[in-house]
Structures are given as structure tokens and as C-alpha cells.
């Protein structure tokens, strides 16, 4: 079975610009998850898609951020227009379960850097 | 919300030693406990979970412990090994809430 797949693995951007980060999550699973980590401090939660429709969205930064999932398979992020403090790591994680709480399986994350 | 705090944020044992890692949460509703390995380069996976209504849960040389009443879980590794060398997250999960919030992470070294 193959894992949750980000893309790309890394990217590097200057202040201003636009970045649309992705995320495959393992097939069948419903249940799909933003979180970001910024340098040595916690994974924070961004988002949680239950299909294509978003279930809780409480931890978007500012609107700046858009999240989509069209079709209820892969993800978008996208940061526009990117600042310096958006600099982390994305990681997206998707999960089988439709209610109750279990294992989060994660992707390796995406490194964003803004210059 | 929930507030998940992790000590130490980093660990150096001599190989063979245990390793003790620690996490407190703030909100009575959390009922899952995750823990997540990170090594180099890779993506985190999950070593070993707990839930609220049980007290402690071993898988060979790893082992959570959960204090529900002084909100604190901490993670165990015994005999370690370089290999266990790796970033740790604790986690809490509220119930009916589908999202993970995190400590800051463990730097864990292994020293051969």
C-alpha cells in the first residue's frame, strides 16, 4: 500500500510569491489533514477534510491560505501571497476513520522556505 | 483549546540506558494519546497510542503511561539503540475533535 505522497518535497520562494503545495492520501481513506511545523516548535493543525468538504478549519493562519480537495482525493494548499513567517514544514496525514480517533498517517512533508 | 507541553526537547542517553520522555495536556476531554517517531529525513510514524481508559500499554521496548488525573503521559524506551535515535511528538486527540495537537517535539541521541 503506498503512503501518503506531498510534493514537492521542498521549495523555496520569495516573499510575495505563490506556492501550491499537494498532498496524495493513502486511496480510500476519507479523512485528510493540514499540519504545519515551524521551526523546532510543535506540529500545528491547519485543516481537516472529511471527503471534499471541510470539517474544521480553525487553524488556517489568515486567508492568505486555501485549502482544496477537489473530488474528495488529493489536496491543495496554497499560500498566496507568501511571507516570511509562513517558512515551515508542511505535513499532510489522512486517516480511514470516519468518527472516533485513531493513527493519522502522515506524508513526509513539505520544507517551505520564504526568502 | 487543547495545549500539549513536551519535556525535555532534548535527550542524550549512552545506548543500552532508558529514555524518559514527558508530556502534560490541558483539556480533560483529549481520550487519545499518540506518540510519533520522526528519524531523518522521514515522515512521522506512529510507534505507540494509548487511550484514556487504560492506565498503561508496552509494545517490547517502548511504553506509554497516562495520568488522567494530572493530565501527563510519558513515553518509556528501554535498552535503547542507535536506531532509536529520532525526533519523538506526544500528542492529544479531545474526543469527537478529529485533529492532533502536538508537543514540541524530543531530540532523541543514542550515543553507541
Known amino acids: 500500500e503506498a503512503g501518503v505522497t506531498q510534493f514537492p518535497s521542498h521549495s523555496v520562494i520569495e516573499k510575495g510569491q505563490t506556492v501550491t503545495l499537494r498532498c496524495d492520501p493513502i486511496s480510500g481513506h476519507d479523512n485528510l489533514y493540514w499540519y504545519r511545523r515551524v521551526m523546532g516548535k510543535e506540529i500545528k493543525f491547519l485543516l481537516h477534510?472529511?471527503?471534499?468538504?471541510?470539517?474544521?478549519e480553525s487553524g488556517m493562519p489568515n486567508n492568505r491560505f486555501l485549502a482544496e480537495r477537489t473530488g474528495g482525493t488529493y489536496s491543495t494548499l496554497k499560500v498566496q501571497p507568501a511571507e516570511l513567517e509562513d517558512s515551515g514544514v508542511y505535513f499532510c496525514?489522512?486517516?480511514?476513520?470516519?468518527?472516533?480517533?485513531?493513527?493519522?498517517?502522515f506524508g513526509p512533508g513539505t520544507r517551505l522556505t520564504v526568502t | 483549546g487543547e495545549n500539549v507541553e513536551q519535556h525535555p526537547s532534548t535527550l542524550s542517553v549512552q545506548e543500552g540506558d532508558s529514555a524518559v520522555i514527558k508530556c502534560t495536556y490541558s483539556d480533560s476531554a483529549s481520550n487519545y494519546f499518540p506518540w510519533y517517531k520522526q528519524e531523518l529525513g522521514k515522515r512521522p510514524q506512529l510507534i505507540i497510542d494509548i487511550r484514556s481508559n487504560v492506565g498503561e500499554k508496552k509494545d517490547q521496548r517502548i511504553a506509554v503511561t497516562l495520568n488522567k488525573t494530572a493530565k501527563h503521559f510519558s513515553l518509556h524506551i528501554t535498552e535503547t539503540q542507535p536506531e532509536d535515535s529520532a525526533v519523538y511528538f506526544c500528542a492529544a486527540s479531545p474526543h469527537n475533535f478529529n485533529k492532533f495537537y502536538f508537543g514540541s517535539g524530543t531530540k532523541l541521541n543514542v550515543k553507541p
Open positions: 496525514a489522512s486517516s480511514p476513520r470516519l468518527a472516533g480517533v485513531g493513527e493519522q498517517y
Open positions: 477534510f472529511v471527503k471534499e468538504s471541510k470539517q474544521d
